[in-house]
């Protein structure tokens, strides 16, 4: 095989011509999934941000269960302080030690009273935290079931195609190795920078295609030649003469065969 540098421009024009055919079917067969691909990557990020949603509420309702048990503990801690001190009440030597008792009983008492409602605050975040959580798994449920129908209407696009698409990616990397580096980054330059992807154009009614912008005569002529690599000054795309554009493409139809 010839060096890429060595290679004329005509060579250079229908290398390009080739690798654009090949390129642009491979964006039909990519197009041809749509925004499903998308939609999918949105669904499963959605999916893993509510699922961060529902570990937190089940570590607030951890907490929260936790802090009723601690509560618990208060409340029977007390309840056994109280019968010690009112069984001390029936042995005092005086008022002074009953009523000194009695404040530690009361005392007692309000701790098991602050502590009941610490359980009521507690349980009522629980059940609501909990009403929550089974809205958040129901939506979560849903949104996997969605993902599921979304996953293998994907993966039926992508098997229809599969073959003839890393057919093509195999056919474009050819192709382009037979282009040089510099010539290969503009080429991609300008398909990236292209709505509809495509970096080399033939001419129709004398405008590139897709371009209402007609090329002088003079200009037409020097595409013909294929002396040149011609840039078209209002689109930005490769130029390309008639004969070219329907040479190369009866040509490809033996490569893209699918």
């Given at each position: 095989?010839?060096?890429?540098?060595?290679?004329?421009?005509?060579?250079?024009?229908?290398?390009?011509?080739?690798?654009?055919?090949?390129?642009?079917?491979?964006?039909?067969?990519?197009?041809?999934?749509?925004?499903?691909?998308?939609?999918?990557?949105?669904?499963?990020?959605?999916?893993?941000?509510?699922?961060?949603?529902?570990?937190?509420?089940?570590?607030?309702?951890?907490?929260?269960?936790?802090q009723i048990k601690t509560k618990h503990e208060v409340i029977n801690h007390a309840k056994t302080?109280?019968?010690?001190?009112?069984?001390?009440?029936?042995?005092?030597?005086?008022?002074?030690?009953?009523?000194?008792?009695?404040?530690?009983?009361?005392?007692?008492?309000?701790?098991?009273?602050?502590?009941?409602?610490?359980?009521?605050?507690?349980?009522?975040?629980?059940?609501?935290?909990?009403?929550?959580?089974?809205?958040?798994?129901?939506?979560?449920?849903?949104?996997?079931?969605?993902?599921?129908?979304?996953?293998?209407?994907?993966?039926?696009?992508?098997?229809?195609?599969?073959?003839?698409?890393?057919?093509?990616?195999?056919?474009?990397?050819?192709?382009?190795?037979?282009?040089?580096?510099?010539?290969?980054?503009?080429?991609?330059?300008?398909?990236?920078?292209?709505?509809?992807?495509?970096?080399?154009?033939?001419?129709?009614?004398?405008?590139?295609?897709?371009?209402?912008?007609?090329?002088?005569?003079?200009?037409?002529?020097?595409?013909?030649?294929?002396?040149?690599?011609?840039?078209?000054?209002?689109?930005?795309?490769?130029?390309?003469?008639?004969?070219?554009?329907?040479?190369?493409?009866?040509?490809?139809?033996?490569?893209?065969?699918?």
């Open positions: 095989m010839a060096k890429t540098n060595d290679i004329s421009v005509e060579e250079k024009l229908r290398a390009l011509y080739d690798l654009q055919i090949i390129d642009s079917r491979l964006d039909e067969i990519r197009n041809t999934r749509g925004e499903l691909p998308i939609e999918v990557e949105d669904l499963e990020i959605e999916i893993e941000g509510l699922e961060k949603r529902a570990e937190k509420f089940h570590a607030d309702i951890k907490d929260q269960e936790d302080l109280i019968e010690k001190y009112k069984s001390q009440q029936d042995n005092v030597r005086n008022n002074k030690e009953f009523e000194a008792l009695s404040k530690e009983v009361e005392y007692q008492e309000l701790e098991i009273q602050l502590a009941e409602k610490r359980i009521k605050e507690f349980g009522a975040k629980i059940s609501h935290k909990n009403e929550t959580l089974d809205e958040l798994n129901a939506k979560i449920d849903d949104l996997k079931n969605h993902l599921k129908f979304k996953k293998e209407e994907l993966e039926g696009l992508i098997s229809e195609t599969q073959k003839e698409e890393e057919y093509l990616i195999e056919q474009s990397k050819e192709f382009a190795a037979k282009i040089d580096e510099r010539l290969l980054a503009s080429y991609n330059r300008i398909r990236t920078n292209s709505p509809n992807g495509l970096a080399v154009v033939g001419l129709e009614r004398g405008a590139p295609k897709g371009s209402f912008f007609t090329i002088p005569p003079q200009k037409q002529m020097e595409i013909a030649q294929r002396k040149k690599i011609i840039i078209d000054e209002h689109s930005g795309k490769i130029l390309v003469d008639d004969e070219l554009v329907m040479e190369e493409n009866e040509k490809m139809k033996s490569v893209i065969k699918f």
